[in-house]
């Protein structure tokens, strides 16, 4: 049974950091590209970075650009999401996607999802 596992979420003042950790079990993490998307209240999904199965490959979106970094760590079957200069904008759930094959994707499917993180952006 695949488990996706969100952590680190939590109430930051502008400019400030925070790192998601998301967790994964019950299938090869290693051979799977990993996505971070997140929902803001009353508004739809927005995806956010992938990175591929092996780390080389990561994409952003442009609001993440230069601002979130994501990183896997594959013997510890765990996908990061370090999110610097937050702005209220950034105020959202967070989730944690795994993808279906190996490539990092800006568009297409997620095979299974977490139960995502608060994240609060606020003075």
């Known amino acids: 049974q695949v488990q996706l596992v969100e952590s680190g979420g939590g109430s930051v003042q502008p400019g400030g950091s925070l790192t998601l950790s998301c967790a994964a079990s019950?299938?090869?993490?290693?051979?799977?590209?990993m996505s971070w998307v997140r929902q803001g209240a009353g508004k739809g999904l927005e995806w956010v970075s992938d990175?591929?199965?092996?780390?080389?490959?990561?994409y952003y979106a442009e609001f993440a650009e230069g601002r979130f970094n994501i990183s896997r760590d594959n013997a510890g079957n765990t996908v990061y999401l370090l999110m610097d200069f937050l702005k209220p904008s950034d105020t959202a759930v967070y989730y944690c996607?795994?993808?279906?094959?190996?490539?990092?994707?800006?568009?297409?499917?997620?095979?299974?999802w977490g139960q995502g993180t608060q994240v609060t952006v606020s003075s």
């Open positions: 996607a795994q993808r279906p094959g190996p490539f990092a994707e800006k568009v297409g499917d997620f095979v299974s």
């Open positions: 019950g299938f090869t993490f290693s051979r799977h590209a």
């Open positions: 990175i591929a199965s092996d780390g080389t490959t990561t």
